[in-house]
């Protein structure tokens, strides 16, 4: 979606050749960008987020330096997450929904986003020995929650409205909390909803969801490699800014992705991670809510 305008945008209006690099979650390409790629400002790297994860949570496999790589922006930012719950269940208010014991969650994988969102709605609220049930993509949560197999899910609000309306229209699921992304970005359809961080009893646990923030909310970032001139730089992040200012973008990214874009420039990026919570305490607490183990003890 974002190519085309960047070859218009950029002086010359440069042929661009996209080249698939799978491979550690993003770490691959995160490692050729910095490694590798000249700074010439001809090769621009495109990993997921879960690269900036990856470093952060020192997992092996990743040879840059998150702080040296240059950031032009990402057009997905601004997202918000629902906590809902199948209505069969009958977890209408807060109260039943910390009263019932063995909860199922489903989700994609140990490690995804949507697990690990699952995993921070459970841990904040109290839930009581809520279970996580993986193994599915994307859709196949949906239809477990409708035949019964989980009892809920976390999901991108606007995914629901996206690819099951019904279950709003219908009233078919109960909706029990909201997380923010970035925080005070309040979803027009779910803002009575309480906002996760309101159950966070310490800094540790309010620092832990800033980390998840700034996680999400840097997107999929377009990364230069370090060294790269400050003339070059400039010339990039002024084509990313115009190409989201363009009025047909928006179109044509929702055509492609599903999605409405969130635009976030390269400086914002840069700060993100320059303030993400890196103190071992809350490292060591994030690694246990996203991976496969019990909850941790509040």
Known sequence: ALLPYL????????????????GGGGRKVANHIYRVAAPDGLTIGNPPGGFIASAVLGEPGVNYDLDKLIYLGSPNSATNYVFL???????????????????????QSVGHTIYIVGRLFAYLMSLRDPKFVVGYSGPEVDMALLQGEIDSR???ADTIFQRVPEWIDKGMVHFQAILEIPRGDHHPRFAHLPELESFAKSDKERKVLAMFRALRLVGSPYVLPPGTSRGRVEILRAA?????QDPDFPKDYRKLVGDDPSPLMGEEQEKAIRELPRDAE??????????PGPLPPR
């Open 7 to 22: 070859r218009k945008y950029i002086p010359g209006n440069p042929n661009i050749v996209a080249e698939f690099m799978p």
């Open 85 to 107: 719950t199948r209505k069969e269940v009958g977890l209408n208010n807060m109260e039943k929904l910390r009263a019932y014991s063995g909860l199922r969650i489903g989700a």
């Open 154 to 156: 976390a999901n991108i």
């Open 240 to 244: 990313m800014r115009n190409s989201f």
């Open 282 to 291: 809350v490292v060591d607490l994030f690694k246990k809510l996203s991976g």
